[in-house]
Structures are given as C-alpha cells and as structure tokens.
C-alpha cells in the first residue's frame, strides 16, 4: 500500500478542520431564538408592563386605555381596568398586595392586585410621564406636566394627601428615588441628569448633550437615553461609569430604556421596533427588530419583559445573554480557522497532484522572477476587490433576499428566491420602463448612427487641414460641459413660462402649440429624446473622425478611377471600412441608454405619471426613497444580464462577420 505523503495528510487534516470549523461557524451564527413569545395577548396595543412575582400575576398597560391583570402561568385574564388615557408606568408593591398605575389622563390609579378594585384615585391634574413608589408603598413620586414649559415633581401620600410640588421648565420624561429613598433622580428635555432632596434642592448635577427621553434602573445605578441614540450609566452620585450609542448606519428614533433586575444588561427599544441588549462591555448583545415600537421593558428575576404598539409580549433570558458572548467569540475565532483551513486545503490539494505541483512550481519562479512588479500590482488588485468585485458579489446574493432599510442585519435578512424578480413584473413599473427604454434605445442608435457619420465624414472630406482643426475643435469643445449643466440648461428650454421653445413659437405667431414640453405624458419622452439637438455626440465624431483618417487612402483613389462619386466612395468604401466603429459605438449606446437614468431625474423624475420611467429609475428610487435594497440588487441583475446579453450578441454578429 502506497503511504500518504506530507501534503496528503495536510490536505486530509485541512478538510476535517474546513468540516468541523464550518459546523460550528453555522451552528454559532444561526440567530439563538434568544426571544420567546409570551402567549399573553390583550388584542390591543400594550404600553407598559408590571409583574408580582409572589401572586405570579402579570400586568399590561394598553395603549388604548385599559389596564389588565393575567395568570402568568396559564395567561388567564384575571380582571380588567379602563381609564381615559393610556397606561404610562405600572409599579407592583406585592407586600401591600398594591398596583400603582400612572396614565395619561392625569390619574395614578392605586389598585388591589386580587381583585381589580380601585382603592384610590390621584389626579395630578397633569398629564403624567413617569412615576416611582417607595418600597413600603407609602409614598408616590409622579412627574407630570400641563406643556413643555410648565412641569411638575409631585409627592404624594398613598392616601392621596400631597407633600411636595416643585415647578419645573422642561419636560421630566423619568425619575426615580435613590437607594435610600431620601432623595430624587430624574432627566430633563435639557439633557441634565439631575439629584435632588424632597425640598427641591439640587445635590448634583451631569450636563448630557442630548434630550433624555428615559431613566431606568440599572441595580443600583441609573441609566438615562438620550434622543440621538446614546446612553449613560451612572452611579447614585451620578459619576459616569459607561457610555454608548446604539445608533448605526441605520437612523433611528429611541423610544425606551430598561434593564434586568441585576443591572447588568441595558435594554433600548426604538420607535421603528428596534430592540438592542447591551452588554457590560458596551457590545450590543442583541440587535432585532421586531413588528411594532417598543414601548414598555421591565426586568424581573432571570427574565426581561419586552412589549409595544402592538399585541405583543417578549421575553428574553439572561442566562442566554450570557451563552451569546460565548457563541459571538466561538463565531469569531471559527472564522479566522476555517478560512486558515481552507486556505490550507487549496494549497495542500495542488500540491498532491503532481501536474497541478510542476505547474505551480513553474509559475512560482516566474513570479519570483517578476516578483517587484507583482508587488506593485497587489495594492491595485485589493482595491478591486474591495471596491468593484465585493459591492457586485453582493449585489448578486442580496439580489435574492428580503435586504431592506428595515431588515439590514444579517440575523434578519432572509432568502427569499425569485419574489423580488416577481415583484418587477407584478407592480407594473419595470414593464413600463421596459417600453420606455425601447424607445430611447431605437431613437438612441438613430442618433448615433446618423448625424455623428455625416459630420465626420464632413470634417475629413474638407481639404484644408486649418479647416479640418477648427471644425474638429468645435465639435469637440461642448465636451467640457458637464453632464448636468448640459439637462439644466435643457430644462430651461423646456419651461413652460421662460422657456426658449414656447418664446420662439410665440414671436412667429405660432402661439397655439405651445405646450408645457416635460409635463405633457404625450411629449415628455419625446421632449428627453429632443435633448442634445442637433445630436452630435462628440464621442461617436471622434470614433467615427478616427476611423475615416484610418482608411488607406489608395482605397479611395483606386474608387475614383472605376468612376465612383463621392456618395459611392462614402457607401461602398469608407462606411464599410468603419464598421468596427460603428458596432463599438452601437454597443456603448446600448450599455448608456440602459445604465443611464440622469438625464430623466433632472428632468421629470420619471413623470408625469409614468411616461419617462425606466428601470434605471426605478433601481434608484428603490434604493434612496423606498429602502426596498434586495429588490433594487434584482433590477441591477436583470440590468446587467440584458446588457450582457446585448453585448454578446453584438460581438457574435461581429466575429460572423470578420469570419
């Protein structure tokens, strides 16, 4: 028996490491079903949330203005609770078997948890934002406010007698008592983060850069959110002890902040129904999105409780949160091995064929022999890489998923095969742009294959090589002129009111067809065909001028002899000897009229209705207005393989004929 060589054994090693490494990177990356759905539904939009751990009773405060105790077991309705308002915060106090339930229509309701019953009724006579309660239940912190400038920090009795009233000028959006229970912490729309006596006097203070629109407990420290997405965590001397931002590439609106019970995670819930769970290290353990804002969280025991606008309540283990870092870190480093691995098994597999080894061996010398050249060919071709082949890789994956500015991390994003391409044909809009572009693409080849030919074969027919500059000098020039000016200035000529075409049919009497030129369906495409009279297109003069000058001039003397005229000689010798020419520039028309949209956003933006649209349009409106990412990826592969297709075509029908 044949023994294995080194390089089998390392092939053989490799693709067992590849194996396991790939196993475990899927295994790892699959997204942890880290959040479970809580059967309890209330058929409403919840807001806020509550739990007696002891009478395992569970709370939900609803938008919609009702308030409803369940059996968290069995998520039996127990009994129900309507005010006037929604249900901003819900404080449970199981020793005094109490519920204290702020809403927006001005009232906290204290409430018996068994049976439902409303035991008193305080009515601040201001809409409520937040409250806190002590632990003996006696004492009710409330902030509330009549608008933006007149707020207030009340204290009251559980019975209802008022204690303190301190004014305020901006909107107090969170408090809390401290530890001790002496004193009060709260943010304000001025981003100070504010520790102050029951008198009102200020014992501290921490200035923050943005609006806070929530505080929450973290332990034994306290935690603020401000509007532009970042947090502070801070100690009861409100020293700073982290900092962070959830936000991202992706804009969002943060709505709540949370935590569990132990103050080791903090939870942010947005407007648009992002929910992200950040670690102790600051990493955001958790980042989903989830079918409606989140508006309430409440940490209890090994549990966070998530709900919001919708009929919905989630939880979320921390001993999960815990396996995640794991799994993130066992992620990363099966990463790194299995493309070491793989890496290594490529290398190892050619080495074990002998003709594929004498090959690799050859090209290694004369890479070594080349080698200062080849090294100053790498930066050009990582550049490449990153900045041409792995955008167009992606494009072609995402092409077949749900990618959106909604769903954009890859624990979200999902394949969802041809749906996206359905979507072109059953929406309407791609078939529409479909006629439109033939349209543009048959009076596109017109113009290239017609005026740009004449003027060219005008200038090389001239004898005077001064004539011949000058001409060649002036076709040329308009090329400096942007692209951009160029449609401006066209729009100007199009303006219904200012415009040089309805002036000039105005001067010569011809008042009855003016027109509004771009906002007509029936001349808007015609209008955008029109751009660029009288159509010469300095790259196809140039070409096709380039052309002419290449033809043997005995060719055309030999022509004159067998008595050809000059429209003769211009048919049968100089038009068919710049046929290459010719298919180039039918080529790079078709690759323009496809790709090219500009000319039509300046222009009309596709309208009016639909009579300009064409799919490079819709590519791009899909992506800039629409957030719809994967279904753009499929406009720009059906693009490209119709200019793929195109282009084929052209070059068969060229090598046909050289052949």
């Known amino acids: 028996m044949k023994r294995l060589s080194a390089w089998n054994w390392v092939c053989i090693i490799s693709l067992i490491a590849v194996l396991i490494s790939g196993f475990l990177y899927w295994q790892t990356g699959k997204s942890v079903d880290i959040i479970q759905d809580s059967e309890i539904k209330t058929g409403l939009q919840n807001n806020s949330l509550g739990l007696d751990a002891e009478r395992d009773i569970f709370f939900v405060g609803t938008y919609n203005n009702k308030l409803m105790a369940f059996q968290n077991k069995t998520h039996e309705k127990l009994w129900e609770l309507e005010a006037k308002g929604p249900f901003c915060k819900l404080v449970v106090r199981s020793e005094q078997g109490l519920l204290y339930a702020g809403n927006s229509d001005n009232n906290v309701y204290i409430i018996q948890i068994d049976s439902g019953e409303v035991v008193n009724q305080i009515n601040v006579k201001r809409r409520i934002y937040d409250i806190d309660v002590t632990r003996d239940g006696e004492e009710i912190l409330i ?105 991202s590439n992706l804009k969002v609106k943060v709505a709540s902040i949370g935590a569990d019970e132990s103050g080791e995670y903090l939870v942010i819930g947005t407007e648009e129904g992002y929910l992200y769970v950040i670690d102790p290290d600051g990493n955001k353990a958790v980042s989903v999105k989830l079918s409606n804002a989140v508006a309430g969280i409440l940490g209890v025991d090994d549990l966070i409780y998530i709900t919001g606008r919708g009929d919905f309540i989630k939880t979320i283990s921390v001993s999960d949160l815990g396996q995640m870092n794991l799994y993130h870190i066992i992620h ?24 594929v080894k004498g090959k690799l061996f050859k090209m290694g010398k004369a890479l070594y022999k080349y080698r200062i050249a080849y090294l100053l060919l790498i930066p050009t071709f990582i550049l490449l890489i990153l900045f041409n082949y792995t955008p167009v890789f992606l494009a072609f994956t995402r092409a077949f998923t749900n990618w959106s500015k909604d769903i954009n991390t890859l624990a979200e994003i999902k394949f969802v095969g041809l749906d996206n391409f359905k979507t072109m044909f059953s929406e309407g809009y791609f078939l529409i742009g479909i006629k439109n572009l033939v349209i543009l693409m048959v009076t596109g ?51 219904p009111n200012i415009g040089l075409i309805n002036e000039v049919l105005g001067k010569i009497g011809l008042s009855s067809l003016q027109m509004t030129w771009l906002g007509d369906e029936k001349t808007a495409l015609w209008a955008i065909i029109f751009m660029g009279f009288p159509f010469i ?67 009309t933006g596709g309208g009016p209705g639909t009579s300009t649209y064409v799919p490079g349009l819709e590519l791009y409106y899909n992506v800039t207005k629409f957030g719809r990412y994967g279904y753009a990826c499929a406009l720009g592969l059906v693009m490209f393989v119709f200019i793929l297709i195109g282009t084929i075509i052209n070059m068969r029908i060229k090598s046909n004929n050289n052949e």
């Open 332 to 355: 990363s480093i099966t990463r790194i091995t299995g493309a070491v691995s793989f890496a290594l098994l490529l290398i190892s597999l050619m080495m074990s064929i002998p003709v």
């Open 537 to 603: 297109n300095t790259l196809a003069f140039l070409v096709y001028y380039g052309g002419l000058i290449d033809v043997d001039s005995s060719l055309i003397e030999a022509a004159r002899v067998d008595g050809a005229t000059r429209r003769g000689i211009f048919f049968r010798v100089l038009l068919p000897m710049i046929a290459p020419q010719i298919k180039m520039m039918i080529v790079l028309t078709f690759i323009g009229v496809v790709q090219d949209y500009a000319n039509i956003y300046i222009l």
């Open 445 to 495: 080849f017109i113009k290239v294959l017609t005026v740009p030919i004449l003027v060219a074969w005008l200038v090389y027919s001239m004898r005077s090589d001064r004539q011949k500059y000058i001409f060649r000098f002036l076709f040329v020039l308009p090329m400096v002129v942007p692209g951009i000016v160029s449609s401006l200035v066209w729009k100007q000529i199009y303006d």
């Open 143 to 247: 902030s509330a406010g009549a608008a933006a400038n007149k707020h207030n920090l009340f204290l009251y009795t559980k019975d209802g007698e008022g204690i303190v009233n301190l004014p305020y000028k901006s909107i107090i959006r969170g408090v809390s008592y401290t530890k001790d229970e002496q004193e009060i912490i709260f943010g304000n729309d001025r981003g100070e983060f504010t520790r102050i006596d029951k008198a009102g006097n200020v014992v501290g203070m921490t200035e923050l850069q943005y609006r806070i629109v929530g505080v929450a407990k973290m332990g034994e420290d306290f935690a603020a959110l401000c509007n532009d997405g970042s947090y502070c965590v801070l100690d009861e001397q409100l020293k700073l002890l982290r900092r962070g931002n959830v936000q």
